[in-house]
Each structure stands twice: as C-alpha cells, then as structure tokens.
C-alpha cells in the first residue's frame, strides 16, 4: 500500500474486499493490490470517478450489461469499457458483498 496515512478499520476492510472483488474478475494479486490501493487514496479524496470493476454491470466477457439495455446514453449495446481506469459513468452501481 501507499505512503499516505494508515487505514482504519473499516477502509482496510472496504480494500480487503476490493482486492478479493478485483482477484475474482481476473486481476493478479499485485494488480488487484495496486488498484485497491489507488481507490483507496481515491476514497480519502473524495474523487467521485469509480473503475468498472468496482460496478455489478461488468460481465464476465468485459461487457456492461447497463448498455446491453440501453441504460447508458450514447453508448452502443456492445460496449466493452476499460475495466481499470478511473471514470464517472451514470449506470454505476456498487458490487456489495454478498
């Protein structure tokens, strides 16, 4: 993890998570380490740009399933996002835990 100040508890919760989120949708582990990283820093900034593995939409195959319906405006049917950049999108919808 960065040098930037320690986690608390819940944020090392939220990355522990993210990783496992993030090792389960094809990342390596330092991938999904360095990405859990990244948005935690981008939690304490407030940044409001989410990465799509992050959303319940992103199948399997790198599509969105929010733009195979339709639901993202401007976006064809087909649309496969980058997985791992930064970006605000309005069909965003958190992957909780389950």
């Known amino acids: 993890m960065s040098d930037r100040r320690a986690l608390t508890s819940k944020e090392l919760d939220r990355f522990e998570y993210r990783m496992g989120l993030f090792k389960r949708r094809g990342l390596s582990s330092d ?5 859990a990283d990244k948005l935690a820093s981008r939690d304490i900034d407030c940044d409001d740009r989410r990465v799509c593995l992050e959303c319940k939409h992103i199948q399997r195959d790198g ?23 930064l970006q605000r ?7 909780t835990p389950a």
Request: overall charge neutral; hydrophobic content about 35%.
């Open 63 to 85: 599509k969105c399933f929010a733009a195979q319906q339709g639901r993202l405006h401007n976006a064809p049917t087909y649309y496969t996002p980058v997985r791992t950049m």
């Open 89 to 95: 999108c309005e069909g965003f919808a958190w992957q």
């Open 31 to 35: 991938e999904a380490e360095t990405l």
